[in-house]
């Protein structure tokens, strides 16, 4: 009967005073006959319960397990929550070293070439915002589309990402500026139909689609760092160059070229895409109160058709703003005078203040690349005006070269005369300068009006055929197929960065349908375009490159003369990574784009503000910057890395619309 434990010492004694059974008491009984016990004696226990306190018992059990059942639920949300923030941090922190290159500063202090593909040690690491996910504004803010334009959500749906990318303490601000900016550029009834009826005997416009319902895609780090990058190059044009042409970032003021505000104006539509909207609607002020095209100025017919008519054409249709189209209409019209001559072939300058035209002083010839470039704008200008006189202007151009001799299997002379109609110079055929967008327009052309104009189609393909049968060849020592150039029957292995527009495009013709030696032919031609970076000092293509067709020890494929060393921010190489990227889903296209934005943000960023071009990509510890940002890196070369870094196909379908030359995005007339 007892059981009894004293503390050794201890002055207090504890006792426990047990009832034993008499299997304990006597000391025998396993395991199994104590729980037996057990069960038995705690029966008996409850019986001698009364029935209130039984019911007490009862209650208070099935009150914990209430309990229990709450609180366990609730800890595996919790726990589940717990282990997805560790699996978040744990990617960001793998993606985090990528964004170093927020705001490196570049000039006058470049990198050395071999840390091209690593980071920027020295440079502060700027964690930006985590990529927001989109999510839709109230419907009474929402823009709505001009009537032919269904892409409208998509941009709207970055331009919310991006507001998120504010800072808390602008969000004030913010929100003011959403109800302005909307406010500001919606007029769609007055923007969308065409003026006239003659529209009926032009291309119809698509017809409105339903609104996508796909879930929009989340913008990316890469694609943030671009538009850091845009941010950049902007506050260098707004703080020394706001309404010029050009910045020069290094003497911080400007350079004037037609005085038509020409980098604003080719980024209007970039900053929609990337949904700058502060910015957006600054500029559009500008061009609102500012722009004036009643000016006594020789302008280059080429150069401000694809710039500023095509830019404000794109910029209009992603807006809905009719502003952009009455502008559009106005440049339009200004440039007609270029197409009164004897040939009908258009002079190269046109005076937009007096109506008058003519060729450089020192010729009557046009390029060839010009007169063929400026088809995507004028023929879109129609469809909108309902006035047929610009595409009937431009399609003249293109009827009349299809059935023009001195061609070498498809492929055309640098020069036209615009008193006779006659190529001139013949014998020298190149993908390059002053030919190259002419083969870039075929294609485009004929996707523009729906693959109905079989000529355009026609030449086209000849034309491939014959950079085939002429111009490709291989280097060595790595067998780069690169495109050369013929000069009366002499191959020469000089390729001008321009030709990198061709793997884009050649990948565009056969998304389209067409041949698919094409797509493979454009394989192998961006990774030469990527070569003509990769395989230079600082990581930057020369303007022209010569390859080696011999082996020889020591040497690369890729040779540069001191003539031809400097590089002006071009877009080509990156237009084409955009295409294969979208057509091939391969990610080593957006990395070969990202390690080309990381050599711009080495070597051509000036820290107060602008990107420069630069005088010698084989010196990084001095590339000699040039003092001048072209326009077309914020109208192209920026938006194109912007689209490449997306995994959106619906930010600028392919199948909806075409670039044109600037990277403007036109719409297609009947959609696939
Ligand atoms: C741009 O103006 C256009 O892309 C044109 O077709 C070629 N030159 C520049 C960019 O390099």
């Given at each position: 009967m007892?059981?009894?434990?004293a503390?050794?010492?201890?002055?207090?004694?504890?006792?426990?005073?047990?009832?034993?059974?008499?299997?304990?008491?006597?000391?025998?009984?396993?395991?199994?006959n104590s729980?037996?016990?057990?069960?038995?004696?705690?029966?008996?226990?409850?019986?001698q319960?009364?029935?209130?306190?039984?019911?007490?018992?009862?209650?208070?059990?099935?009150?914990?397990?209430?309990?229990g059942?709450?609180?366990?639920?609730?800890?595996?949300?919790?726990?589940?929550?717990?282990?997805?923030?560790?699996?978040d941090?744990?990617?960001?922190?793998?993606?985090?070293?990528?964004?170093?290159?927020?705001?490196?500063?570049?000039?006058?202090?470049?990198?050395?070439?071999?840390?091209?593909?690593?980071?920027?040690?020295?440079?502060?690491?700027?964690k930006?915002p985590?990529?927001?996910?989109?999510?839709?504004?109230?419907?009474?803010?929402?823009?709505?589309?001009?009537?032919?334009?269904?892409?409208?959500?998509?941009?709207?749906?970055t331009m919310?990402?991006?507001?998120?990318?504010?800072?808390a303490?602008?969000?004030?601000?913010?929100?003011k500026?959403?109800?302005?900016?909307?406010?500001?550029?919606?007029?769609?009834?007055?923007?969308?139909?065409?003026?006239?009826?003659?529209i009926?005997?032009?291309?119809?416009p698509?017809?409105?689609?339903?609104?996508?319902?796909?879930?929009?895609?989340?913008?990316?780090?890469?694609?943030?760092?671009?538009?850091?990058?845009?941010?950049?190059?902007?506050?260098?044009?707004?703080?020394?160059?706001?309404g010029?042409?050009?910045?020069?970032?290094?003497?911080?003021?400007?350079?004037?070229?037609?005085g038509?505000?020409?980098?604003?104006?080719?980024?209007?539509?970039?900053?929609?895409?990337?949904?700058?909207?502060?910015?957006?609607?600054?500029?559009?002020?500008?061009?609102?109160?500012?722009?004036?095209?009643?000016?006594?100025?020789?302008?280059?017919?080429f150069?401000?058709?694809?710039?500023?008519l095509g830019?404000?054409?794109?910029t209009?249709?992603?807006?809905?703003?009719?502003?952009?189209?009455?502008k559009?209409?106005d440049i339009?019209?200004?440039?007609?005078?270029?197409?009164?001559t004897?040939s009908k072939?258009?002079?190269?300058?046109?005076?937009?203040?007096?109506?008058?035209?003519?060729?450089?002083?020192?010729?009557?010839?046009s390029?060839?690349?010009?007169?063929?470039?400026i088809?995507l704008?004028?023929?879109?200008?129609?469809r909108?005006?309902?006035?047929?006189?610009?595409?009937?202007?431009?399609?003249?151009?293109?009827?009349?070269?299809?059935?023009?001799?001195?061609?070498?299997?498809?492929?055309?002379?640098?020069?036209?005369n615009?008193?006779?109609?006659?190529?001139?110079?013949?014998?020298?055929?190149?993908?390059?300068?002053?030919?190259?967008?002419?083969?870039?327009?075929?294609?485009?052309?004929?996707?523009?009006?729906?693959?109905?104009?079989?000529?355009?189609?026609?030449?086209?393909?000849?034309?491939?055929?014959?950079?085939?049968?002429?111009?490709?060849?291989?280097?060595?020592?790595?067998?780069?197929?690169?495109?050369?150039?013929?000069a009366?029957?002499?191959?020469?292995?000089?390729?001008d960065h321009?030709?990198?527009?061709?793997?884009g495009?050649?990948?565009?013709?056969?998304?389209?349908?067409?041949?698919?030696?094409?797509?493979?032919?454009?394989?192998?031609?961006?990774?030469t375009?990527?070569?003509m970076?990769?395989?230079?000092e600082?990581?930057?293509?020369?303007?022209?490159?010569?390859?080696?067709?011999?082996?020889?020890?020591?040497?690369?494929?890729?040779?540069?003369?001191?003539a031809?060393?400097?590089?002006?921010?071009?877009?080509?190489?990156?237009?084409?990574?955009?295409y294969?990227?979208?057509?091939?889903?391969?990610?080593k296209?957006?990395?070969?784009?990202?390690?080309?934005?990381?050599?711009?943000?080495?070597?051509?960023?000036?820290?107060?503000g602008?990107?420069?071009?630069?005088n010698?990509?084989?010196?990084?510890?001095?590339?000699?910057?040039?003092?001048k940002?072209?326009?077309?890196?914020?109208?192209?070369?920026?938006?194109?890395?912007f689209?490449?870094?997306?995994?959106?196909?619906?930010?600028?379908?392919?199948?909806?619309?075409?670039f044109n030359?600037?990277a403007?995005?036109?719409?297609?007339w009947?959609?696939a």
């Amino acid at each position: 009967m007892y059981s009894g434990a004293a503390a050794a010492g201890s002055p207090r004694r504890d006792f426990i005073s047990v009832t034993l059974g008499p299997e304990e008491a006597a000391g025998v009984g396993g395991y199994n006959n104590s729980k037996a016990w057990r069960r038995r004696s705690c029966w008996r226990k409850w019986k001698q319960l009364s029935r209130l306190q039984r019911s007490v018992i009862l209650f208070l059990f099935a009150f914990l397990a209430v309990c229990g059942v709450i609180s366990y639920t609730s800890m595996g949300e919790t726990w589940k929550s717990i282990t997805n923030k560790s699996l978040d941090d744990q990617r960001t922190e793998q993606e985090i070293p990528r964004l170093k290159l927020a705001n490196p500063a570049v000039l006058p202090a470049p990198q050395k070439a071999d840390a091209k593909h690593g980071d920027y040690p020295e440079l502060s690491l700027q964690k930006p915002p985590k990529p927001p996910h989109v999510r839709r504004g109230p419907s009474n803010l929402q823009i709505k589309a001009p009537r032919r334009d269904t892409r409208l959500k998509t941009r709207h749906d970055t331009m919310r990402a991006v507001e998120e990318l504010v800072e808390a303490d602008k969000v004030e601000k913010t929100e003011k500026s959403i109800i302005s900016w909307r406010g500001a550029v919606i007029e769609p009834d007055q923007s969308t139909e065409p003026s006239s009826s003659k529209i009926t005997e032009l291309e119809k416009p698509s017809p409105v689609e339903p609104e996508d319902q796909k879930e929009p895609v989340p913008i990316n780090e890469r694609q943030l760092a671009v538009i850091e990058a845009f941010r950049h190059a902007w506050k260098g044009y707004k703080d020394f160059a706001w309404g010029h042409d050009e910045l020069k970032p290094l003497s911080k003021s400007y350079s004037e070229w037609f005085g038509l505000g020409l980098t604003l104006i080719d980024a209007l539509d970039t900053m929609w895409i990337l949904g700058l909207k502060e910015e957006f609607e600054e500029a559009r002020k500008w061009v609102a109160n500012d722009l004036v095209f009643d000016k006594n100025v020789d302008v280059n017919l080429f150069e401000s058709t694809i710039r500023i008519l095509g830019g404000l054409l794109s910029t209009y249709h992603l807006s809905g703003d009719s502003l952009f189209l009455e502008k559009a209409k106005d440049i339009g019209n200004r440039l007609m005078p270029a197409f009164k001559t004897p040939s009908k072939i258009p002079y190269s300058d046109v005076n937009i203040g007096r109506g008058t035209a003519h060729p450089p002083r020192w010729t009557s010839d046009s390029t060839v690349a010009e007169v063929t470039s400026i088809q995507l704008e004028f023929r879109e200008l129609s469809r909108l005006t309902g006035d047929e006189k610009f595409q009937k202007a431009v399609d003249e151009v293109m009827k009349h070269v299809h059935i023009l001799s001195g061609k070498n299997d498809g492929l055309v002379p640098m020069f036209i005369n615009t008193n006779s109609g006659q190529f001139t110079h013949l014998g020298v055929y190149t993908l390059g300068a002053r030919a190259d967008s002419y083969y870039e327009y075929l294609l485009k052309q004929w996707i523009q009006g729906g693959k109905k104009e079989n000529e355009l189609l026609e030449d086209y393909m000849r034309a491939i055929e014959g950079v085939k049968k002429h111009l490709l060849q291989r280097s060595e020592p790595k067998k780069l197929t690169f495109v050369g150039e013929l000069a009366h029957g002499h191959f020469s292995a000089k390729m001008d960065h321009l030709v990198c527009f061709l793997p884009g495009t050649l990948a565009l013709g056969a998304h389209n349908g067409l041949a698919a030696d094409h797509m493979k032919l454009a394989e192998t031609l961006i990774e030469t375009c990527y070569q003509m970076y990769a395989q230079v000092e600082t990581g930057l293509s020369p303007e022209i490159v010569h390859f080696n067709l011999h082996a020889q020890k020591g040497h690369k494929d890729v040779e540069i003369k001191p003539a031809d060393r400097h590089n002006l921010l071009r877009p080509e190489t990156v237009e084409s990574l955009f295409y294969m990227y979208r057509f091939t889903g391969d990610k080593k296209y957006q990395d070969w784009g990202w390690e080309i934005l990381q050599n711009f943000n080495r070597y051509t960023r000036v820290p107060t503000g602008g990107y420069t071009s630069i005088n010698n990509v084989q010196n990084p510890s001095n590339p000699e910057p040039r003092d001048k940002m072209e326009s077309f890196f914020l109208g192209e070369t920026l938006k194109y890395m912007f689209l490449l870094f997306s995994d959106d196909i619906d930010l600028i379908n392919l199948d909806k619309y075409v670039f044109n030359t600037e990277a403007h995005p036109l719409p297609i007339w009947v959609p696939a």
